[in-house]
């Protein structure tokens, strides 16, 4: 079956340092969506990518989708505390409507 | 709104005790879904349903019944607790499916199985 991979597994950075995750669909995706997850916390939804080459920007993170639709990537400028928790990718299983693969998600910690 | 709710937050089963976990959501979606999720695996989908009366399998469905009589509620049972079933469980709702919609986590219930 489809599978979604996140690397790496885990980050630990300065604070002010960047942050980077990546995530590989073994199938092409026709979108891919990142969450965000607090220590403790439900995943939140941060952003959708749906076209090939696609970069979004929000703030201090920025996101592409690759050309051939089958990675993407998170970067962080200057990680704050506030940057904390689990990065998880999520594409849609087998091009299903309704069945959504998520990675296994980067944590990401941050020292003040 | 108040979103995506779930009961209990937390709970704990002896093997073989049954028990529904309860999910609702107020935003009108017809869209619901169950994930389970254990330390390095990330989320897996158990269970969705694309409307009232509809349902179907996701990646991990053994163990697990769903039903859904109406919109707003989508609970979760497990029939005979097994220590596997040990996890944290989220539901989430959207309007239209994974394709080309946000997926709306509740808080999660943290399930021990003894």
């Known amino acids: 079956g489809q599978q979604v991979m996140q690397i790496p597994q885990y980050q630990h950075v300065q604070e002010g340092e960047d942050f980077t995750t990546y995530c590989n669909s073994s199938?092409?995706?026709?979108?891919i969506q990142w969450y965000k997850q607090r220590p403790g916390g439900h995943p939140v939804f941060l952003i959708q990518l749906v076209k090939s080459g696609e970069v979004k920007k929000q703030k201090r993170l920025t996101f592409q989708f690759g050309e051939a639709k089958k990675n993407s990537s998170l970067h962080i400028t200057a990680t704050q505390t506030t940057d904390v928790g689990t990065y998880f990718c999520?594409?849609?299983?087998?091009?299903?409507?309704?069945?959504?693969?998520f990675g296994k998600g980067t944590l990401l910690t941050v020292n003040p | 709104n108040a979103g995506v709710t779930q009961t209990p937050k937390f709970q704990v089963l002896k093997t073989g005790q049954s028990m529904t976990l309860q999910c609702a959501q107020d935003m009108n979606h017809e869209y619901m879904s169950w994930y389970r999720q254990d330390p390095g695996m990330g989320l897996r989908l158990i269970h969705y349903s694309v409307g009232a009366g509809i349902t179907d399998q996701g990646e991990v469905p053994n163990g697990y019944n769903v039903s859904r009589s109406t919109t707003e509620d989508f609970p979760l049972r497990l029939l005979s607790a097994a220590p596997s079933q040990t996890s944290v469980y989220f539901c989430?709702?959207?309007?239209?499916?994974?394709?080309?919609?946000?997926?709306?986590f509740g808080p999660g219930t943290r399930l021990t199985v003894l």
């Open positions: 999520a594409g849609p299983s087998g091009g299903s409507n309704y069945k959504l693969t």
């Open positions: 199938t092409t995706l026709s979108n």
């Open positions: 989430a709702s959207s309007s239209q499916g994974v394709l080309a919609d946000t997926q709306y």
